[in-house]
């Protein structure tokens, strides 16, 4: 359970589109940016004025029309349709946040790529099969050892001047953790 802070941005995939959860979101003062599915009913309200030369299409005021999704979530919302130029994509953006420029909202969703990116890249390279501990602290320890440990070998690849790459390093490590071998005699 989140506890939503007011003045936040909460950045989700649409996936998790959820008008009640949204609206809560909303009464406790925070900001979300979400996508919108392709079959959601809205009727707009106002077109605002848009530069197409950022990639930014519409930005518009609407309502939600489908029966459960305006009961769940009852104020006005923005609709933003911006095409990514670097992949051509046409991606379709819901927000509570009037105030930010519309290409702002857009990039505010892009960089949640970035995040995810960085999971991916934990997942990858840092060996975390599973957390020990789902506590906060638990989980930011666990995290930042394995870190420690990668930036540790990759000191140790660029000092050594090894040819391996850092998961075959770390592969020969783990075999080898208890043995009492010098690391140069290792590769």
């Known amino acids: 359970e989140i506890i939503p802070e007011a003045g936040a941005f909460y950045i ?5 589109l959820d008008f009640a959860r949204l609206y809560r ?7 979300f940016v979400t996508r919108a599915k392709n079959n959601f ?7 605002h004025p848009v530069d197409k030369s950022s990639g930014v299409l519409c930005d ?7 029966y459960y999704a305006s009961k769940d979530y009852p104020e006005k919302l923005r609709r933003i349709r911006y095409v990514d130029q670097e992949t051509g994509k046409t991606l379709v953006f819901l927000t509570n946040c009037f105030i930010l420029p519309a ?34 602290n638990a989980v930011k320890s666990q ?3 394995a870190v420690s440990v990668y930036v540790l070998v990759a000191i140790l690849k660029k000092r050594l001047g090894l040819p391996h790459s850092l998961y075959e390093i770390l592969q020969i490590l783990s075999l080898t953790s208890f043995e009492q ?6 590769f």
């Open 12 to 16: 989700m995939d649409r996936g998790y």
């Open 25 to 31: 979101l909303h009464q406790c003062m925070a900001f």
């Open 41 to 47: 009913r809205f009727r707009r309200l106002y077109s």
């Open 60 to 66: 518009q005021t609407i309502v939600l029309s489908g």
């Open 103 to 136: 290409l702002t909202i857009a990039k505010l969703y892009k960089s949640r790529w970035q995040v995810e990116l960085f999971f991916k890249w934990i997942k990858q390279h840092l060996r975390i099969k599973a957390f020990f501990g789902t506590s906060e």
């Open 143 to 145: 995290i930042w050892i």
């Open 181 to 186: 071998t010098p690391i140069t005699a290792m």
